[in-house]
């Protein structure tokens, strides 16, 4: 992911422009269907509205999901599809950050709520929409246009089978207000919401004739042969045969070459100089070629798939080339390979034979975050590795093709790209901070009533939403549990953030008497880096809670070793998934005995396997450690030595158990269960300071909470 460093303008206010509507078309400046290199130019035209930019992609495989043009500020997404690199959709996931113009009616912005009612009377009368009853959300369609509105649960029987009567109203004469706007092409009659229906969204059609995306075929050692033109250019040509088969070049730029040898002892950095060749480079069709400076023939192309993840991302438009190999050129049916911008390296290596080593093009620095780059060569070509994912950046055609000089011909748009941080960064970690006196016990139908959440807000407590769905078996591990939720988890996210959610809540657990196996901590580790990473893509906190169970006779050093395992495959995956470590909160298990242990551990043990396991795996980047603790003597001491993080606890758990065993259920216990409650909050609140003594504790308190095989 890529950011733009932030260089927000004095004055400048979120969510403050105005963008015209464009049903089917866009908004502002933003097309269907225009390249992503057209929408960086709009982005540059206009920084001090656009000053906050970050470009999403999948590093791993970049044609697997959309590049997405985020900007948090102004609440909307661009997506590109990831291999014509053309704007496939808009998506308006906070609509009182935006405010669009539609004909002479304004509509969203924080003046102007974007309610069910308002956009029926702005838009008219349209057929009944799909209800998602998995989701909780109702899309409304409109020709190239769709508006999603999340219905609570009491209120989903108006919503049944999509037969709501229109203006949709619930019974207490509320309506509800829209969570995500779509924008998209509807030539091919396709409905585009939220969820699975977001991947019917696709570009409008290339008008006829057009060149963008041309297919360019090369056949190694002799020429380009572009499809939609017809223009051969081959090897030997002159400045004035290119001139006139593809017009005048974007830039002219002499050929740098490193200086590797001639270093002094005193000067050991590399240096560059000017040869005689020159390029002329293409920029619009994806391509650059090289002339030899004595004879000004041709002597190479360099083709660019303007793969997202590369240092020249965003110079090029993406060269649809296809590379003959073994047969007559130019009847391309009579070849046994080809090779496309989507071939990796390793199909490269199947068609044209092993190379060998490879020769570093580019170093990874400061100025380069994208790693180093290799130049693999062949008799007449050479192929230039993107990172660590297999695909191909540029390919380069000719005489020379081992030669590892970079044409470095234009800034890279937007200028100064650097690694991505989340768009709620700020509000992440403020909540996070604020995180001491938040119960994590809520459940989405208490959330889905405002005056729930208004009580909440009122008192000064966030709201926050347990978000995982239970666990089930894994299968291929030995009996292990599987955390279920991933799926619908971004569009529920959104909804969540829009009814006044703040954090989220996840909960897997790893089993030590059942394993525990490197599948089922792998993917317990995963799943919890992954719903982190969507919580903070929609604003939420999310909680990361891998539990350790205790059922079973084993010592703190098993329990030990299996949690160091278990937080090192977290770490490994938030960090992958570009987690900000600032905007999470940790609920890791205290390392005690298992429960049928006959050796039990002191406090001051439990502490100091729990220290020894914080200081080894959690970074001090964290805010917030929330556990469950087995009692309170466990805790005291944890915050009496020296840690980087705040150590607190689960309200749930250590603030509710003995209150709720007092109570039974039996009303003439209410007073003393209530008691017991402020006895629990105050025994906590100077434990989590280091300053709890135990005096006066009841023996109920002193117990347990574990409940054996418990399954929830």
Same mark, same amino acid.
């Given at each position: ?72 500020d102004h609440g909307f997404h661009l997506r590109f599809d990831p291999w014509s690199q053309r704007l496939r959709l808009i998506e308006i996931f906070d609509i009182k950050r935006l405010q669009m113009r539609y004909a002479t009616s304004l509509i969203g912005g924080p003046?102007?709520? *974007? ?41 989903? =029987? ?12 619930? &019974?207490?004469?509320? @309506? &509800? ?79 740098? +070459? =490193? ?60 060269? %649809? ?11 391309? %049916? ?13 199909? +490269? ?12 093009? @580019? ?11 290799? +130049? ?7 192929? /230039?590795?993107?990172?660590? %994912? ?72 966030? &709201? ?88 079973? =006779? ?16 977290v770490f490994f995956y938030l960090a992958q998934n570009n987690v900000l470590f600032e905007g999470i909160l940790l609920m890791p298990s205290m390392v005690t005995p298992g429960a049928e242990c006959k050796d039990r551990a002191t406090p001051e043990q439990v502490a ?11 970074p001090s980047a964290v805010p917030r450690i929330m556990s469950e603790v087995e009692d309170t003597f466990n805790l005291n001491p944890i915050n009496q030595a020296s840690n980087p993080w705040h150590v607190s606890f689960s309200y749930a758990g250590v603030l509710q ?14 007073? /003393? ?9 105050? *025994? ?29």
């Open positions: 992911m890529l950011q733009r460093p932030g260089r927000r303008c004095e004055g400048t206010a979120m969510g403050s422009i105005v963008l015209d509507l464009r049903p089917g078309l866009g908004v502002g400046p933003f097309t269907l269907g225009m390249p992503i290199c057209e929408a960086f130019a709009q982005i540059e035209q206009q920084p001090k509205i656009y000053d906050v930019v970050h470009v999403k992609y999948y590093d791993e495989e970049p044609l697997k999901l959309d590049i997405v043009i985020s900007f948090p003046s102007t709520l *974007a309610t069910f009612v308002a956009v029926y009377a702005l838009f008219g009368p349209t057929y009944p929409g799909t209800y998602d009853r998995d989701r909780g959300i109702y899309v409304l369609f409109y020709p190239g246009l769709s508006f999603s509105f999340p219905i609570p649960s009491q209120y989903s =029987d108006c919503c049944h089978d999509g037969e709501a009567e229109l203006p949709l109203e619930f &019974p207490d004469g509320t @309506t &509800p207000v829209t969570c995500r706007v779509s924008i998209y092409d509807s030539s091919a009659g396709k409905k585009v919401g939220v969820g699975s229906l977001m991947d019917k969204a696709s570009a409008p059609p290339l008008p006829s004739g057009s060149l963008y995306m041309e297919e360019v075929h090369a056949k190694l050692g002799e020429e380009l042969f572009f499809t939609v033109g017809g223009q051969h250019i081959p090897f030997g040509a002159s400045p004035q045969d290119v001139w006139s088969e593809l017009g005048r070049p974007c830039g002219i730029h002499q050929k740098q +070459v =490193d200086q590797m040898v001639i270093h002094s002892a005193s000067d050991p950095r590399p240096r560059t100089t000017l040869c005689a060749d020159y390029f002329y480079n293409y920029f619009t069709r994806g391509l650059d070629i090289l002339f030899d400076g004595q004879t000004h023939k041709v002597k190479k192309f360099v083709l660019h798939t303007n793969y997202p993840g590369h240092a020249d991302f965003n110079s090029y438009m993406k060269c %649809n080339f296809v590379i003959l190999v073994g047969g007559s050129f130019p009847d391309v %049916n009579n070849y046994k390979n080809r090779i496309t911008p989507s071939t990796k390296w390793e199909q +490269v290596k199947e068609i044209l034979g092993d190379c060998g080593r490879a020769a570093i093009q @580019t170093q990874g620095s400061t100025s380069n975050p994208f790693g180093s780059t290799f +130049v693999y060569g062949y008799q007449n070509a050479a192929f /230039e590795q993107v990172m660590k %994912n297999g695909y191909i950046a540029t390919t380069r055609q000719g005489s020379d093709p081992a030669s590892a000089s970079a044409v470095r011909c234009r800034p890279v748009a937007p200028s100064g790209l650097d690694v991505c941080v989340n768009s709620y960064a700020d509000e992440l970690v403020m909540t996070a901070e604020l995180l001491d006196l938040v119960s994590t016990s809520q459940v989405p139908s208490s959330l889905r009533k405002p005056s729930m959440v208004d009580v909440l807000v009122e008192q000064n407590i966030v &709201p926050g939403i347990k978000i995982n769905k239970g666990l089930v078996p894994l299968v291929g591990s030995n009996n292990e549990p599987w955390c279920q939720g991933l799926d619908g988890l971004t569009s529920g996210s959104a909804a969540y953030y829009q009814q006044g959610a703040r954090f989220a809540k996840w909960r897997t657990v790893v089993s030590i008497p059942n394993g525990p196996s490197e599948l089922a901590v792998k993917e317990a580790a995963w799943g919890l880096a992954h719903y982190a990473a969507v919580s903070q893509d929609n604003g939420l906190v999310p909680i990361v809670e891998p539990e350790i169970l205790l059922d079973g =006779d084993y010592g703190s050093d098993r329990t030990f070793e299996v949690a160091k395992k278990v937080w090192a495959e100091s396997y729990t220290l020894s396991l914080l200081r080894q795996r959690i158990n003995t209150c709720l065993k007092m109570w039974g259920g039996r009303p003439e216990n209410v007073k /003393e269960a209530q008691d017991t409650l402020l006895v629990r909050a105050k *025994a906590n609140s100077l434990a989590q300071l280091g300053k709890y003594t135990g005096k006066g504790e009841s023996e109920e308190a002193k117990q347990g909470m574990l409940v054996k095989g418990y399954v929830y």
